[in-house]
């Protein structure tokens, strides 16, 4: 799954980041992957500030599975793609990976839904945001209407 990964963002781990075991934090985990989703984002939509009202995406579900800690003097990078685009939701991959050994840290899935600020409801995933996506992931996504 490595090669469906085309955007990758460096993170710089800050001194508040780790606990006394000198681990970053678990919490501090779903900040990084927020960094790469927005990072992601703005590299597809071609814009230095995201209109969020404009794309109109909200997180409705984050999965996460730890699977080693990120230490003190530690690099390391999220990767982000999109698996999945259905009428309504969006379903990104990210992974932290220690660049320097190409070690996993974490591994998320994220369900974005559409969604309409005026009316505060879901609403279908604009065709603005899924061409942005197919051009930048240079692939064809299959729109999973059920879903």
Not at 41 to 46: E, S, V
Not at 51 to 75: C, H, N, Q, Y
Not at 95 to 104: A, E, F, K, R, S
Not at 117 to 127: L, M
């Amino acid at each position: 799954m490595e090669n469906l990964y085309k955007h990758s963002v460096e993170i710089q781990p800050r001194f508040n980041d780790f606990d006394a075991l000198e681990h970053v934090n678990n919490t501090v985990y779903m900040n990084y992957f927020d960094i790469g989703k927005v990072s992601y984002f703005k590299t597809i939509w071609d814009t230095d500030l995201i209109d969020w009202k404009e794309f109109g995406l909200v997180v409705a579900r984050i999965e996460t599975d730890f699977i080693s800690p990120i230490l003190m003097g530690e690099r390391v990078i999220v990767r982000t793609t999109i698996l999945r685009i259905g009428n309504k939701s969006l379903e990104l991959s990210q992974q932290l990976i220690n660049p320097d050994t190409n070690q996993l840290k974490a591994a998320a899935r994220t369900i974005m839904v559409g969604f309409d600020v005026e009316t505060n409801s879901a609403e279908p995933i604009t065709e603005k945001c899924v061409e942005a996506i197919t051009r930048y992931e240079g692939r064809t996504f299959k729109r999973e209407i059920n879903r």
